[in-house]
C-alpha cells in the first residue's frame, strides 16, 4: 500500500465517522496523538499494521457464523469460510501447529475454549458413558447434572499471580478459580526463578488434571520440555499460555525446550502483544483436541468475529514474512538494553534482568508503590502498568512493580541505545517521585509528589527521543 492510500484511507473513514458522531472521531484522533508522543512500555500492547486494522472496518463485522468452516448455522458464510480458512491456515504454518482455532475473541476466551476442551476430552463421567459420545453438544440436561458434579472435582495447577502468572491461571476471584480445585506454584524466593524440582513436587502431591505453563509477568524463558515430562508424569494435560510471547515463539527466537508448541497438549495466545495482530485470541492443540477446540462455539463463545478474523489472516501472513523474526530478535534485545540500563542506574529488578520482551522493576527500592509509579510515570508521557511482585506486599491493587515492555516501541524502530535513554527518563522520574500521605498522616498507597516542571520536562524529552522514529508516518489525518 501507498503513502498516499494509507493516509487517504483513514482520513476517509473518520470523515464518514465525523458526518455521524463527530465526538468519536474526535476521540479517534487524539488516540493516535497521544500513541504517537508516549513512550509506549506497555507490555501487552504494540501497534498493528494499516492493513491489519483497515481488514477490522469492513462488511464482514454484519455477518454472524457460528460453526466452524463449512458448518455453519448460518447460511451465507462463504466469504467468512475464506478469511477463517486463511487464518488458521497461517496460524498452523506459522508456529508448526496441528490444528488451529482463530475464533476466540481475546486470550481469556481462548482459555476458556481450552479449559473446556480438556474438560469434556478427559473426564471419564457416568454421563459421557451413558451418553455414549465424547461431545459435549450431544449431552442431555440429566447428563449435564452428573457432569456438573464431575468437573467440580477437577484441579488446576499454574502459575500464582504475584509470580508473573495470570488470572485465568486459577486466581481465586477468576471463573478458572472457580470452575477448578486449584493450586499455584510459584518462583524461587531468593533468584524470582521457576523451580522446577518444587513444581514437579507439587503435582506429584496435587495431581491436576491440567498443568499450566505460560506467564503474563515473569521476564524469563520457559524449559516447556520439562513442564510437559512432569504433566506426563502424572497423567496431565499440558497447557501453555503463550499469549505475551507469542510473537518470539513465531519469530523463531524461542525454539527447542523453550517453544512451547511442540511440547504442550494445547496452546492458548493472544494475537496482539508481541504478534502485533488485532485483538483477539487463538487456541492451537494437537489433533486429538481438536473436534473439541472447534465447539469453542457454541460450548463458550458467542457468535464469530468475522471482521476480526480477517485481521488476523493479515497479522498472521505479515508474520510469516522472513522480517518479523528479525523484528522479535530486536524486541529481545531492546528489552535487555533497557533492564541494563536500568540496573547500571540501581533499579531493582525482579530476577535480575530479562530473557524475553518484558522487564519487572521493583520500585520499593524508589520507596513507591506500583500505583504511585505508574502515575508519576503516565505525568511523564511514559505509558507502563503497575504488577505485583512475587510475594508482594502491597497486593494486586497497588503493587510493588512496574512492568514494562518493548514491542511497541520496537514496532516505531527504537535500538538499544535508545532504551538506555528511555531507561535514564524512567529512572529520573522514580527518584524525583516521593510518597504522600493520607489525611490523618498515615503513609498513603496512591498518593506521591511529583514536581510538575520536572514531569513536563521529561514528557518534552520522551517525546524528542520518539521523534526521529514516526508512529504510521503514511497516515496524515490533517
Not at 498493528?48 to 463449512?70: C, H, I, Q, R
Not at 509528589?449 to 514516526?470: C, G, H, I, N, S
Request: hydrophobic share 40%.
Amino acid at each position: 500500500m501507498s503513502r498516499n492510500a494509507e493516509s487517504t484511507a483513514f482520513r476517509s473513514a473518520l470523515e464518514v465517522i465525523r458526518a455521524v458522531e463527530p465526538r468519536v472521531a474526535d476521540a479517534i484522533g487524539a488516540e493516535l496523538t497521544d500513541q504517537r508522543e508516549s513512550l509506549k512500555l506497555i507490555a501487552s500492547e504494540n501497534y498493528a499494521s494499516p492493513a491489519t486494522l483497515l481488514a477490522m472496518g469492513n462488511w464482514f463485522s454484519d455477518k454472524y457464523a457460528e460453526g466452524t468452516v463449512g458448518r455453519r448455522f448460518y447460511a451465507g458464510c462463504q466469504n467468512v469460510d475464506t478469511v477463517e480458512a486463511l487464518a488458521a491456515e497461517h496460524a498452523r504454518e506459522l508456529f508448526g501447529a496441528a490444528h488451529a482455532y482463530v475464533q476466540p475473541h481475546s486470550g481469556i476466551d481462548a482459555n476458556l475454549v481450552a479449559f473446556w476442551a480438556v474438560l469434556a476430552d478427559r473426564v471419564e463421567s457416568p454421563a459421557l458413558k451413558k451418553a455414549q459420545v465424547r461431545q459435549v453438544n450431544d449431552l442431555t440436561e440429566a447428563d449435564w447434572f452428573a457432569l456438573r458434579r464431575e468437573l467440580g472435582n477437577q484441579r488446576m495447577l499454574g502459575m500464582s499471580l504475584d509470580a508473573g502468572g495470570h488470572l485465568t491461571h486459577g486466581f481465586r476471584p477468576n471463573i478458572s478459580g472457580k470452575m477448578f480445585d486449584q493450586r499455584s506454584y510459584g518462583t524461587d524466593p531468593e533468584t524470582g526463578l521457576i523451580d522446577y524440582d518444587r513444581v514437579a513436587e507439587a503435582a506429584r502431591e496435587f495431581k491436576p488434571l491440567i498443568l499450566v505453563g505460560g506467564y503474563s509477568a515473569y521476564p524469563r524463558k520457559v524449559n516447556f520440555r520439562i513442564l510437559r515430562e512432569i504433566a506426563d508424569s502424572v497423567g496431565a494435560t499440558f497447557m501453555v499460555d503463550m499469549a505475551h510471547f507469542a510473537g518470539l515463539v513465531a519469530g523463531k527466537v524461542f525454539t527447542g525446550d523453550f517453544d512451547p508448541v511442540p511440547h504442550a497438549h494445547i496452546v492458548t495466545t493472544t494475537t496482539h502483544k508481541s504478534l502485533r495482530g488485532p485483538r483477539g485470541g487463538m487456541v492451537l492443540c494437537q489433533p486429538e483436541l481438536a473436534d473439541q477446540v472447534d465447539r469453542g462455539c457454541p460450548m463458550v463463545l458467542g457468535g464469530p468475529l468475522p471482521h476480526v478474523m480477517a485481521a488476523k489472516a493479515v497479522a498472521l501472513a505479515e508474520a510469516r514474512r522472513p522480517d518479523f523474526a528479525d523484528y522479535a530478535q530486536r524486541i529481545v534485545d531492546n528489552s535487555q538494553a533497557l533492564a541494563e540500563g536500568l540496573l547500571s542506574r540501581g533499579a531493582k529488578l525482579v530476577t535480575g534482568g530479562t530473557d524475553n520482551h518484558l522487564v519487572l522493576i521493583d520500585v520499593s527500592g524508589y520507596g513507591l508503590t506500583g500505583r504511585q509509579a505508574e502515575q508519576a510515570l503516565l505525568d511523564s508521557g511514559i505509558v507502563t502498568n503497575r504488577n505485583s511482585v512475587p510475594q508482594d506486599p502491597n497486593g494486586a491493587w497497588y503493587t510493588s512493580g512496574i512492568r514494562i515492555g518493548t514491542p511497541a516501541l520496537t514496532t516505531r524502530g527504537l535500538g538499544t541505545a535508545e532504551m538506555d535513554q528511555t531507561a535514564e527518563l524512567i529512572h529520573t522520574v522514580l527518584t524525583q517521585t516521593t510518597a504522600g500521605a493520607n489525611a490523618d498522616g498515615t503513609p498513603s498507597k496512591a498518593k506521591y509528589t511529583l514536581d510538575p516542571a520536572l514531569a513536563d520536562k521529561v514528557a518534552r524529552q520522551a517525546t524528542d527521543l520518539l521523534t526521529p522514529f514516526p508512529l504510521y508516518p503514511a497516515i496524515d489525518l490533517a
